[in-house]
T-cell receptor, first 114, second 111 residues
Framework: DGGITQSPKYLFRKEGQNVTLSCEQN?????MYWYRQDPGQGLRLIYY???????QKGDIAEGYSVSREKKESFPLTVTSAQKNPTAFYLC?????????????FGEGSRLTVL | GQSLEQPSEVTAVEGAIVQINCTYQ??????LSWYQQHDGGAPTFLSY????GLEETGRFSSFLSRSDSYGYLLLQELQMKDSASYFC????????????FGKGTTLSVSS
């Protein structure tokens, strides 16, 4: 079935460590996105990529990095520079350049810093 | 920048109708989307309005007034399973095809 796969589902990390969250899609979508969600909060945009080998910072990019070497993959690295990384991370994708307001989300990765 | 305002909580009983409002401020507005998210789950798409007016999809309808920078989601014949968080989100020039989300409205449906 087509969809977005995020891994791992749960991740624990010690302070000072970098961690990479995986996001893979088989929907043949050009655009991919990373959002962060904190309890009781909306989704905040970290990074987005509208085409392979290109990406833009969102509202809260500091302390995060991404790459987009393949259309199917958009991994997110949470670096030690991110001051409060404990959160629920959601990856999404959308098809077509015009946009229909519809994003397809993965099931999320829950990161806890110990 | 962009900003969206929606109520933090709404309560209703089964069978009732509820309206969740959303006001927004953006530059180069393209459209307004609505998403549903159950606890611990992924957001799922409900509707998208690019033009003024009402869009109906089953028990859910969404309305947009571009001149008022305002929209709402209307949920009819409420069921217990509609208890979830609902987010409005805008697409505008600054963020390309990305969406900027509001903080969400928690809907609690009781019997």
């Amino acid at each position: 079935d087509g969809g977005i796969t995020q891994s791992p589902k749960y991740l624990f990390r010690k302070e000072g460590q970098n961690v990479t969250l995986s996001c893979e899609q088989n929907l043949n979508h050009d655009a991919m996105y990373w959002y962060r969600q904190d309890p009781g909060q909306g989704l905040r945009l970290i990074y987005y990529s509208q085409i392979v080998n290109d990406f833009q910072k969102g509202d809260i990019a500091e302390g995060y990095s991404v790459s987009r070497e393949k259309k199917e993959s958009f991994p997110l690295t949470v670096t030690s520079a991110q001051k409060n990384p404990t959160a629920f991370y959601l990856c999404a994708s959308s098809g077509g350049p015009g946009g229909t307001g519809e994003l397809f989300f993965g099931e999320g990765s829950r990161l806890t810093v110990l | 920048g962009q900003s969206l305002e929606q109520p933090s909580e709404v309560t209703a009983v089964e069978g009732a109708i509820v309206q969740i409002n959303c006001t927004y401020q953006t530059s180069g507005f393209y459209g307004l989307s609505w998403y549903q998210q159950h606890d611990g789950g992924a957001p799922t798409f409900l509707s998208y309005n690019a033009l003024d007016g009402l869009e109906e999809t089953g028990r859910f309808s969404s309305f947009l007034s571009r001149s008022d920078s305002y929209g709402y989601l209307l949920l009819q014949e409420l069921q217990m399973k509609d208890s979830a968080s609902y987010f409005c989100a805008v697409r505008d020039q600054e963020a390309g095809t990305a969406l900027i989300f509001g903080k969400g409205t928690t809907l609690s449906v009781s019997s």
